[in-house]
């Protein structure tokens, strides 16, 4: 699953209508769908969206054959 559908689960999770977090946001719900289309987020739009569902994004690289999170 990409981030895209990640964060569509996490909307049904929180009930929040896609125009409903572009608002939270301060986009638009078209630049939102566009984004979610393309899954196309920096780091900082994830921190913002989990911020707007009361939520925390973690993350970070786990290095496979020592298991080191970087």
Do not use: P, V, Y
Not at 29 to 49: C, H, M, P, T, V
């Amino acid at each position: 699953m990409g981030m895209a559908g990640k964060i569509e689960h996490l909307l049904r999770e929180r009930k929040i209508k896609k125009k409903e977090l572009a608002e939270k946001l301060g986009t638009t719900a078209s630049n939102l769908s566009g984004k979610l289309n393309r899954d196309n987020f920096s780091e900082k739009e994830l921190q913002e969206i989990a911020e707007a569902c009361n939520a925390t994004f973690e993350g970070s690289f786990i290095l496979n054959d020592t298991g080191k999170t970087i």
